[in-house]
């Protein structure tokens, strides 16, 4: 590029790549035909097979579809050396992933999302019950189930016969051709008995609709994830559902059970519902493999914005959750010490190099520091909870057995929530 154009702006220039992968160039419309022709043949032999063809992968942007709109799209900054290119990924579903988390979202509940890269680890037994644990409290709760390929909270929390007509799959589907109404919002929700108080409200991802018609199932779901007909991406369709849901119960308290690992979708509970995110980790290398990927690209989200900036504030919304914990001190501190080298290589601010100037505004925390994001809530291992059927085996696990597994949890959880509603006044 600096061969055919040394005094290239690149803060004018976008990559853009298509969901088959392959990479498009614009410039700006001042750039002369010969380094137009010159980059064409150059950037089409070296992407090979990534290339549109020799006449396509550059173009000036007053002859793009696009036009001048396509500098205000979401955009990603990779480096090479010192210079950042701003890339626009055209995906499949939308670009949840790589739009900045509106901080000035519509008012509501607290909210808190539980994640974990794989099933199993004991995230939907402690979300439904801490649920249980604030309604115990006198608060309401409703739990919101986004886990659609891999349902559960229907079944765990609600007697078949006791479950409403209609789940989280339908409401997306039904909002795809604008049908979706304040009545359906109300045919969403069902109270539990899992608690002997009222309060414990589910959103199921199917309700009793879906049971009846089985075999539409997996059709609902290849659509549930589309765009809306006025361009709305998963994220946003989600934050109406969720207002229409809020506005039925009134909960005090939102929990959110994710879809687990690196899907588009994933997208929306982390960064776009204005939550708490916790995730829910074992310490083996697998598990931080996949929470590489994760906050490596989130850190070029937290990179646009810069040090300090609010743009990039939400990761202060991040924790960490040590399942199948032994609960011992060496076995937290491995922990820790694993997760702090994921979260220093990737969504923690570097360290100024005189370690002074600006080391109060960026957002960094010493390895041991028990307040970091990556310092974990422990939840002790516990053959009491191993294929944990709440429906049935609650009333015989018994109280102590609950706060001796999820008691640390529960605290982190407490915590977090009594600061919420102290900023909320």
């Not at 979708?265 to 204005?274: E, I, S």
Request: contains cysteine; proline residues 6%; negative net charge.
């Amino acid at each position: 590029m600096r061969s055919v154009e040394p005094t290239a702006d690149f803060s004018r220039l976008r990559v853009v790549r298509d969901m088959h992968g392959r990479l498009y160039l614009t410039v700006p419309d001042d750039w002369p035909q010969p380094a137009l022709d010159t980059l064409r043949e150059q950037l089409h032999q070296a992407l090979g097979p990534f290339s549109p063809g020799r006449n396509n992968g550059v173009a000036r942007c007053s002859e793009t579809l696009a036009g001048e709109a396509l500098y205000r799209e979401p955009s990603l900054v990779q480096w090479v050396g010192d210079t950042g290119v701003h890339l626009v990924e055209r995906r499949a579903m939308g670009q949840d992933w790589v739009l900045q988390p509106d901080p000035c979202q519509t008012a509501h509940p607290p909210r808190f999302v539980f994640h974990s890269l794989k099933g199993g680890v004991g995230r939907s037994t402690a979300l439904m019950l801490w649920g249980r644990e604030l309604v115990r409290q006198g608060r309401t709760v409703l739990l919101v189930d986004l886990d659609l390929e891999a349902p559960g909270l229907g079944a765990h929390m609600l007697p078949e016969q006791s479950r409403p007509e209609y789940g989280v799959l339908d409401w997306l589907v039904e909002d795809l051709v604008g049908n979706t109404c304040p009545d359906l919002a109300a045919d969403m929700v069902a109270e539990s008995t899992l608690v002997d108080r009222p309060g414990l409200w589910l959103a199921p991802a199917l309700g009793r609709t879906a049971a009846e018609h089985s075999e539409s199932a997996l059709a609902k779901l290849a659509r549930a994830y589309l765009e809306g007909e006025d361009g709305s991406g998963f994220a946003v369709r989600l934050q109406h559902m969720l207002g229409a849901l809020e506005a039925e119960v009134k909960p005090d308290v939102v929990l959110i059970d994710s879809r687990a690992g690196l899907h588009e979708t994933v997208a929306a509970p982390l960064l776009h519902l204005g939550a708490e995110v916790f995730f829910f980790a074992v310490d083996v290398p697998a598990t931080w493999e996949g929470y590489r990927y994760l906050f490596a690209h989130l850190a070029q989200l937290a990179s646009v914005g810069g040090s300090g900036s609010t743009d990039a504030q939400w990761r202060t919304r991040f924790h960490m959750v040590q399942a199948r914990s032994t609960m011992r001190e060496e076995d937290k501190h491995r922990f820790a010490s694993s997760s702090y080298g994921v979260w220093v290589d990737t969504l923690y601010d570097a360290v100024p190099s005189d370690g002074v100037n600006g080391l109060d505004i960026a957002f960094t925390f010493d390895e041991r520091d028990p307040e970091a994001p990556h310092w974990p809530f422990g939840i002790l291992r516990s053959e009491h909870f191993e294929a944990f059927n709440p429906m049935e085996q609650l009333a015989d696990v018994g109280e102590s057995a609950i706060r001796e597994a999820f008691g640390e949890l529960f605290e982190g959880l407490q915590s977090c929530l009594s600061l919420l509603e102290e900023e909320a006044g």
